[in-house]
């Protein structure tokens, strides 16, 4: 594998680095990154587009943020190749690309629909570095390469603080969940949203709908009027760009409805009213402390990192708008739960270790009829 040597020094003014790293595997000898200028060059590869005010766009402002500190000495591609059904024939061949071209030190990419394509660009492109987050990667099965780097998140802990709230907010004694698609992440945020919203009120009914991908707001919509239709009057929106559905839905009906992974009442003023607070993944900050830790040499390659409460990985937006919106006995109790996740005296469930039948039965202990 190609060693890469970068000096980076800050002082008056000026920036140079030195760092170690692993080349991309350009066949020429030359360091990878603008062949070997002494630019720390990353590609970050979105299965989806920019915009959703969500997921995406936090993991775009944690490179941006390494931009504005590193300037000169570090720059980033961003691919938005689509989330359809119809984009994901393209992952594989566009990520082979990007290793091909031997030009970026790391490829960064996430979420479960990457898996496949980023198997076989790992398998084919050992010298090739990669960070996949939001997603877990099957080391052992895939014969336990060194060239990947897994991000992983516990959002089942701010979920489950996110279902006590909602729980206690309700004035219809239902809440619903608006997920993208069932899987792993996804299921992770509904076993603890209901875990949270049954230990905060034991009588809760939780309505639950998928759209079945992370683009159509429009189908996010239906499903969310349906749900509040139904009773619910406060939900939670776990779909990307579709997850806009559930906040036009809460503003039509006068609901509400929590944001996720950015802060959606600052960056959706329009709908703030109905937005008491975001559940943050902060893809942003896991991928900007990971790259920091890539240009240190000391990012653990071949292994797996959960960041949750403690590690800064996940979190409850509290600000003055959330102060003006949330009573003061419910921070009080949702603060509480917080510190008693993060001591360990509460045990959030997690879909990592229950079967599809154990998650189908906590729907159903809740299912609003």
């Given amino acids: 594998m190609k060693k890469k040597v970068l000096s980076l020094l800050l002082a008056a003014g000026l920036v140079l680095a030195m760092l170690t790293g692993c080349g991309g595997g350009n066949a020429s000898g030359t360091p990878s990154g603008s062949g070997g200028d002494g630019t720390y060059k990353v590609a970050l590869l979105i299965a989806g587009t920019l915009g959703d005010k969500s997921f995406w ?42 290793c091909d071209s031997g030009e970026y030190d790391v490829i960064v990419t996430g979420s479960f629909t990457m898996v496949d394509a980023l198997t ?46 909602a729980a206690m907010l309700s004035q219809s004694g239902a809440i619903c969940f608006l997920g993208g698609m069932a899987g792993k992440v996804i299921n992770d945020f509904l076993v603890g949203y209901i875990q949270g919203a049954r230990d905060a009120r034991p009588d809760i009914k939780v309505a639950v709908s998928m759209v079945g991908n992370y683009e159509d707001s429009a189908k996010g919509k239906d499903l969310s009027l349906a749900m509040f239709n139904a009773g619910a009057d406060c939900g939670f929106n776990v779909a990307g760009s579709a997850g806009m559905g559930l906040l036009e839905a809460a503003k039509e009906t006068n609901k509400l409805a929590f944001g996720v992974d950015s802060d959606q009442a600052a960056l959706l003023p329009d709908y703030a009213p109905y937005i ?38 996940v979190n409850l937006v509290k600000d003055a708008h959330y102060e003006e919106m949330v009573p003061e006995d419910v921070r009080a109790a949702v603060d509480e739960l917080e510190a008693r996740i993060s001591a360990g005296e509460i045990q959030v469930y997690t879909s990592a270790t229950m079967s599809t039948d154990e998650i189908e039965s906590l729907k159903a202990s809740v299912a609003l009829q």
């Fill in 120 to 165: 076989s660009a790992v398998e084919q492109f050992p010298n090739q570095k990669f960070i996949l987050f939001d997603e877990a990667y099957d080391f052992e099965a895939n014969g336990n390469p060194t060239n990947l780097y897994n991000i992983l998140f516990k959002q089942n802990e701010v979920s489950y603080l996110v279902g006590a709230e």
């Fill in 276 to 313: 008491p607070t975001s559940a943050l993944k902060n893809v942003g900050n896991a991928l900007y402390l990971s790259l920091k830790q890539d240009l240190d040499g000391t990012l653990a390659y071949g292994t797996q990192a959960y960041f949750g409460f403690a590690e800064g990985g």
């Fill in 57 to 98: 766009d936090s993991a775009n402002d944690g490179l941006a943020s390494l931009k504005a500190e590193l300037g000169d000495a570090f720059d980033y591609k961003v691919e938005q190749m689509g989330g359809g059904a119809a984009d994901q024939a393209n992952y594989e061949p566009t990520i082979l690309d990007y």
